[in-house]
């Protein structure tokens, strides 16, 4: 079974730019999340969503963020216009329903963005 | 506001040895308790999850322990091996269960074992 698909892996781009950051979840699983993990501030949620519907985005940091769930099997995370200080990894996870609300969740292995 | 502190930052063994990873939280009313282990340019990969009633969860070489009044759990890996090394992180999740999923982490422990 494929596990949590990120693309792309790396991403190198101006300052300035657009970003968008790819995850297609494990089939099946109603929960999906984006993380975001740097050296300072370790790994923070950024926002999560239940059967594609937004749940909790208290974690994104700016308005230059978004993040959309159009369908069960994919996610983008935007970044309009990104800057230096948003270069991280960002990781994607997904998790089955409350009905196993005590599984773990699994992660993508992520997308290291370097914006100069 | 939960924080989740994990000590040592890291930690260097030999191999064969038994050795045990830290965590604590400030905010005791957490639903679940999970250790995670990530490898060098790799996503987070779950190794034991504790439910805020259990005391102890065992897996293999490995036994993470609760106590949730303290605050305080602890990874134990017994037999320590090269393939062992990575970081552990340890993240609490809120009480409230149901669709508040909310992990908070640590900001983990790297750990080398030395053949």
């Known amino acids: 079974d494929a596990g949590v698909i990120q693309s792309p892996r790396h991403e190198v781009t101006e300052m300035g730019q657009e970003v968008t950051l790819r995850c297609k979840p494990i089939?099946?699983?109603?929960?999906l999340f984006w993380y975001r993990q740097t050296m300072m501030r370790g790994l923070e949620l950024l926002i999560y969503?239940?059967?594609?519907?937004?749940?909790?985005d208290s974690g994104m940091p700016e308005d230059r963020f978004s993040a959309k769930m159009p369908n069960a099997s994919f996610s983008t995370l935007k970044i309009q216009p990104s800057e230096p200080r948003d270069s991280a990894v960002y990781f994607c996870?997904?998790?089955?329903?409350?009905?196993?609300?005590?599984?773990?969740?699994?992660f993508g292995d992520g997308t290291r963005l370097s914006i100069l | 506001k939960q924080e989740v502190t994990q000590i040592p930052a890291a930690l260097s063994v030999p191999e064969g040895e038994n050795l045990v990873l830290n965590c604590s939280f400030t905010d005791s009313a957490i639903y679940n308790l999970q250790w995670f282990r990530q490898d060098p340019g790799k996503g987070l990969t779950s190794l034991l999850l504790i439910q805020s009633s259990q005391r102890e969860q065992t897996s293999g070489r490995l036994n993470a322990s609760l106590d949730k009044s303290s605050g305080r759990s602890t990874l134990y890996i017994a037999a320590s091996q090269p393939g062992d090394s990575a970081t552990y992180l340890c993240?609490?999740?809120?009480?409230?269960?149901?669709?508040?999923?909310?992990?908070?982490f640590g900001k983990g422990t790297l750990l080398t074992v030395n053949p």
């Open positions: 996870a997904s998790s089955p329903g409350t009905g196993y609300s005590n599984q773990p969740q699994h």
């Open positions: 969503f239940n059967n594609n519907v937004p749940i909790d």
């Open positions: 089939s099946g699983h109603d929960y």
């Open positions: 993240a609490v999740r809120r009480e409230g269960g149901g669709s508040n999923y909310k992990l908070t």
